[in-house]
DNA sequence: AATTTTAACGGACACGTGTCCGAACACGTG
DNA sequence: CACGTGTTCGGACACGTGTCCGTTAAAATT
C-alpha cells in the first residue's frame, strides 16, 4: 500500500537519490548503466512519481476547473467529454462544479476551485450572473480563465461560442419559407449574450422578409421546459394570433409542444416549431423537433486547448472562437 | 500571484514559521496574544494553505474518483450531483471519468485516478466488465472503493443499489393488474447484477400470478435506445404474440415505443409499456411512460458517505445499501 | 609526469506544511 | 537560594521530488 520513493529505489541501489532522479528524468550528468540500473530497479519496485510532491514542487496542480451552470441536459455532459478528451492526454485532471443556475453557488464554486489552485478555469455563466467582478479580479491577476457557450461581454478572456446570430436567423428563415408567417420568439434573458443573439437573429430574418415584427411576438420565457410551458399558457390566454414558434433552446421548444399538444392543437399542421440545441431530447418528441445542432464535443475541445494554451505560454491575448454547426430538420416544422 | 505561505507571515512578524504553524491550527503550545497577532497578519495578507502541501505531508490527496460507464442520461449526472453535494462539504474534491461502456477505458481511467493517488473509489461498472480482477487487487490491497447502481458481485466491497427485484416485481404485477397477459421482458447482459435481478422480478410476478412464462418472452436487448429498438424490431419480425412490455430501462422501453410508433401499434390500447429509471425522457413522450424511479440523488449521497466512512475509519466492513423507490404511473401502462 | 578537463555522483537545499524535541524563561515551592 | 514545574517558542526534520553546487576520480592534454 505505501508509495514506492526514489529514496527508496536510492536505498536498495546504494546510491542517492538526486542519482535516482536524474535517471528517471533522463538527466545529462548519468552513466548509461547506472541509468539503466535504477530504471529497472524502478520497474522491479512498481515505482509511479507521487503526483503531490510534483504539484508542490512546480507549484502547479494540473487541475483545470470547470463551472457549468447546470447537468440536467445532455449539453453540458457532452461539453465535458469534450474538455476531458483534451486533457487527460496532456496530463491534466478536471474538477466539475455545478452551480444549478445560481449566481451565489457558482461564487462559492469559483472559490473552492481557485483555493484549491487549479490552474484555469473553463466556465458557462449562469442566466443571471450579472456580477462578474470575482471572476474580473482573477482575469486582472493573470488567472487563466476561458469562457464558453454562456459568456459575458463584461468579461474579458477567451471565449467559445456558437454563431448564435446566423443560425438563429437560419432556423427563422426556415420557418418562413415553410409559409409561417405569425411567427413567435420564446426568448431569455438578455444577460447571457446568447439569448441576445439569437433574438437579434429571428428579428433580422423578419425583416429581411419583411414579415411583422412587433414586440409582442418575442414572448419572454427562459430556457427550461417549464419556462416553455408557463410562456405557452400565457400566450394561448392571450388569444394572439400566431402560426409558429422559434424557441431559445429546445427545452423551451418542448415546453411549448407539450401544452400545444394538451390543448390538441396540431403541430406542424397549425403551429410549427423550431429549437435551438441543448436537449437530446428532440429526436425521441413525437412529433420530431427542428432543431440546430451545436457541435458540443468540440466545443469543450476548443476550450480546452484554449487553457492550454494560456496555461503553458503565459501570454494572455484573449481570443473568441466562433463555431458554426448544422440544422436538423425534423417534423415539427414541414407541412405536407 | 504569488502564494502567501506560513514562512512569509513569519518573516514579517520575526517568528518561526512553526510556531505560525501552531497558531493557525490552534494547538496548545501557544499564547494567546501571539496567536491573535498570526491569525491578524495572515487575515490581511491574505493567507490560505496550500492545498498541495498539505496533501503531500498528510500523504493524501483529498480526492475521490468517479468511474460511470456513461453521460449520456440524466441518471449518472444526477448521482454525482448526490455524491458532491457530501464530498464537498467534507474538503473532498472529485475527479470524474466516463469509460463509454467501454472494460477497457474504464480499467485505463480506474488506473488514472489510482496513479494519481485518489483516496478512494466510487465506481459504477460498464455492461461488460466480466474482468474485475485490477479493482479486486487494489480492494485486496485495502483501497478504498464503493459500488453503486451496476455492480459486480465477484468483487465484494460496500456497495449501494436499488432493490431491483422487489420493483421489477412490482412493476409486472402492474401491468397484470391492468390486465395484460402475454408480457415480454426486454433484458440485458447478466453481468450486470441489477439487470439479474429485474429479470427475477419479472419472472416472479408473473409465476406468482400464474402466467405462461417461457423463455421466449425474456428478449435480449441492453441499456440504450438502440438496444430497445432493435429488439423490437427483432420481435416485430418474428410474428410472436404479446400485449405488453417491461424494459430493463427507459431508454430501452423508449427505443421499443419509438418502433411501436412507426408500426401504427397503439400504446397502451395494443401494447402496455414499462420501463425502469434512469431517464428522464419518459415525462416527455407521448404516451408518457411509466416507469420506477430510482432517488438517484440519495443513491449518491449514500454512496459519498460509505467511501468516507471507509477512509477515515480505515476499516474495511463491506456493506451494502439497498434503497427504495417509487412507481410512477404514466399513460403507456393504462388502459381506459 | 604534471596539469587541466571531463564525467559521474553525493550532499544540501527548496517547495509549504506539520510535528517533535529541546532550550529558554518565568513562576512557584521548599 | 536551589530546585522543580510549566509555558512558550525556535530549530531541525519529514513528506517526495528536482536542481544546484561541489567533490572525487578518471581521462585527456600539455
Not at 70 to 87: H, S, T, Y
Not at 169 to 183: D, V
Request: a neutral charge; charged letters at 25%; one cysteine or more.
Amino acid at each position: 500500500m505505501k508509495h514506492v520513493s526514489i529514496k527508496d529505489i536510492a536505498k536498495e541501489l546504494s546510491i542517492a537519490h538526486s542519482t535516482v532522479s536524474r535517471a528517471l528524468n533522463d538527466k545529462y550528468d548519468i552513466k548509461k548503466e547506472t541509468r539503466e540500473k535504477v530504471l529497472k530497479k524502478a520497474e522491479e519496485m512498481g515505482y509511479y512519481p507521487n503526483p503531490m510532491a510534483k504539484k508542490l514542487k512546480e507549484n502547479k496542480s494540473f487541475n483545470i476547473g470547470v463551472v457549468v451552470p447546470e447537468f440536467r441536459n445532455a449539453f453540458f455532459p457532452d461539453v465535458i467529454l469534450g474538455i476531458q478528451d483534451v486533457l487527460l492526454s496532456k496530463g491534466y485532471q478536471i474538477l466539475i462544479m455545478q452551480s444549478n443556475e445560481d449566481p451565489i453557488i457558482e461564487e462559492s464554486n469559483i472559490r473552492t476551485l481557485h483555493e484549491n489552485m487549479v490552474d484555469g478555469l473553463i466556465i458557462s455563466l449562469t442566466a443571471d450572473s450579472h456580477n462578474v467582478s470575482f471572476l474580473k479580479n482573477l482575469s486582472n491577476k493573470n488567472f487563466p480563465i476561458v469562457q464558453f457557450n454562456r459568456v459575458s461581454d463584461k468579461l474579458e478572456t477567451s471565449k467559445v461560442v456558437f454563431d448564435d446570430y446566423t443560425w438563429a436567423s437560419f432556423a427563422t428563415e426556415h420557418l418562413i419559407k415553410q409559409g409561417y408567417k405569425k411567427i413567435l420568439h420564446f426568448a431569455a434573458s438578455q444577460d447571457i449574450a446568447l439569448c441576445k443573439y439569437r433574438e437579434k437573429g429571428f428579428i433580422n430574418a423578419l425583416k429581411r422578409h419583411k414579415l411583422p415584427c412587433n414586440k409582442e411576438q418575442i414572448v419572454p420565457s427562459g430556457l427550461t421546459i417549464e419556462d416553455g410551458k408557463k410562456a405557452m399558457e400565457k400566450v394561448l390566454e392571450s388569444n394572439m394570433d400566431f402560426d409558429a414558434i422559434f424557441a431559445v433552446t429546445d427545452p423551451t421548444a418542448l415546453g411549448a409542444m407539450m401544452v400545444l399538444k394538451q390543448h390538441k392543437i396540431e403541430i406542424p399542421e397549425r403551429v410549427g416549431v423550431v429549437g435551438f440545441s441543448e436537449s437530446r431530447l428532440s429526436q425521441v418528441i413525437e412529433p420530431s423537433l427542428t432543431s440546430v445542432k451545436q457541435p458540443t464535443f468540440e466545443m469543450g475541445q476548443a476550450a480546452a486547448n484554449l487553457i492550454i494554451q494560456e496555461i503553458e505560454t503565459e501570454v494572455k491575448v484573449p481570443q473568441v472562437m466562433t463555431l458554426g454547426g448544422n440544422f436538423k430538420v425534423g417534423k415539427s416544422s414541414v407541412r405536407l
